[in-house]
């Protein structure tokens, strides 16, 4: 059983009444494989630009993460910066700077394209397509969607039907769980 993670990963910068940090590892790709880790090992893909500290990001690797996936771009990573409140409930946007991930387009290794279960992690809708059909070979798809979550699930279900040749009520039938952070 495998558990693919497709998403952001990210460098942050975070203010909080109690401290801050800049540069720290980030993203939804990120967040979710250390998180997911704990209970499976998790496949990674996503896109660094040449300023990320991919050694930091290796470190995580023991855990059960494969980053093999994550492609080495030339350019800024994606840098998001937030200032959070002091019950750290609410957050304000500083900045967000796409860099590299602007123009992300996943790209699925051989060994990940059997995942059974999917989590999708802050990417563009339009970028599903790609990302479910390599893995629509399986009986059972977990599908994640972030913030996108009405958009998406429209188009999911579309592609998943053409990659298992299937009607789009047999994929609602067999899709058993759509997550949302």
Same mark, same amino acid.
């Given at each position: 059983?495998?558990?693919?993670?497709?998403?952001?990963?990210?460098?942050?910068?975070?203010?909080?009444?109690?401290?801050?940090?800049?540069?720290?590892?980030?993203?939804?790709?990120?967040?979710?494989?250390?998180?997911?880790?704990?209970?499976?090992?998790?496949?990674?893909?996503?896109?660094?630009?040449?300023?990320?500290?991919?050694?930091?990001?290796?470190?995580?690797?023991?855990?059960?993460?494969?980053?093999?996936?994550?492609?080495? &771009?030339?350019?800024?990573?994606?840098?998001?910066?937030?200032?959070?409140?002091?019950?750290?409930?609410?957050?304000?946007?500083?900045?967000?700077?796409?860099?590299?991930?602007?123009?992300?387009?996943?790209?699925?290794?051989?060994?990940?394209?059997?995942?059974?279960?999917?989590?999708?992690?802050?990417?563009?809708?339009?970028?599903?397509?790609?990302? &479910?059909?390599?893995?629509?070979?399986?009986?059972?798809?977990?599908? &994640?969607?972030? $913030?996108?979550?009405?958009?998406?699930? $429209?188009?999911?279900?579309?592609?998943?039907?053409?990659?298992?040749?299937?009607?789009?009520?047999?994929?609602?039938?067999?899709?058993?769980?759509?997550?949302?952070?």
């Amino acid at each position: 059983m495998s558990l693919l993670v497709v998403g952001s990963v990210a460098l942050d910068s975070i203010f909080t009444p109690f401290g801050e940090t800049a540069d720290a590892l980030g993203g939804s790709a990120v967040f979710f494989s250390v998180a997911g880790a704990i209970l499976h090992p998790i496949q990674v893909v996503g896109v660094v630009g040449s300023d990320y500290p991919v050694k930091e990001l290796e470190l995580l690797a023991p855990r059960g993460i494969d980053w093999s996936g994550v492609e080495h &771009a030339e350019g800024e990573s994606f840098r998001w910066k937030g200032k959070y409140s002091y019950d750290l409930q609410s957050r304000e946007t500083l900045e967000t700077r796409l860099g590299v991930f602007a123009a992300f387009q996943p790209k699925l290794p051989p060994k990940f394209r059997d995942a059974e279960f999917l989590f999708l992690g802050n990417i563009r809708s339009t970028l599903i397509a790609g990302t &479910a059909r390599p893995s629509a070979g399986n009986s059972t798809t977990t599908i &994640a969607g972030a $913030n996108m979550l009405d958009t998406a699930r $429209n188009l999911l279900v579309k592609e998943l039907a053409i990659a298992k040749s299937f009607s789009e009520e047999k994929i609602m039938e067999e899709l058993r769980t759509i997550f949302a952070n």
